[in-house]
């Protein structure tokens, strides 16, 4: 089974003062190091969603794999989400996406090559942190237009998992889940 490898990337970083995007990170930008992850854990098809500042992010970022831009960024996650599994939805070679989100550095190619193991059209999977659920995020085909129709806001996937059956993998030994809201999370 196949899995794509999907970056959230379009917020203005509003409580972190910048677009995360931007924000250099071990010798090279978020968005780059998330991008990068997905490829070291072998996603053959890679895409990224931009938003704030799309065009600075293209021109700045070296290497970026194929890029979508959401017009309606500043509605939230879930419109981000919305429109990479859109651009996704043509590919039938895809069985499912894992994703990412441009600010949580702390998740490895290991965590996402365990969660994608589990690529199939019915799958819903996340990484788990000592059983409590976190990321990545596998979504199967089957279920991209429930995820689609329920993701509003900042929300993304969210209240679609909690309604449904999900497998959690355990990667808390491989990476860390924590987001990066302010600049000084990036010392943590």
Known sequence: MTAAGLVLAAGAGRRFGRVKALVPYRNRLLVEHAAETL???????????????????????????????????ATGMGSSLRAGLTALAG???IDAVVVLLVDMP????EAVRRVAAHAAPGALVTGGYQGRRGHPVLLGRAH??????SATGDRG????????????????????????????????
């Open 106 to 109: 702390g998740v490895t190619a």
């Open 144 to 149: 991209w237009a429930g995820v689609a129709a």
């Open 91 to 93: 590919d039938d070679a």
């Open 39 to 73: 490829r070291i854990a072998g996603c053959e098809r890679r895409l990224v969603v931009l938003g704030a500042r799309a065009e600075e992010v293209r021109a700045t970022a070296s290497g970026l794999p194929e890029t979508v831009i959401n017009p309606e960024w």
């Open 157 to 188: 996937a969210r209240d679609y998992l909690r309604a449904h059956e999900v497998l959690v993998v355990e990667v808390g030994d491989v990476a860390g889940d924590q987001d990066l809201d302010h600049p000084e999370d990036l010392d943590a």
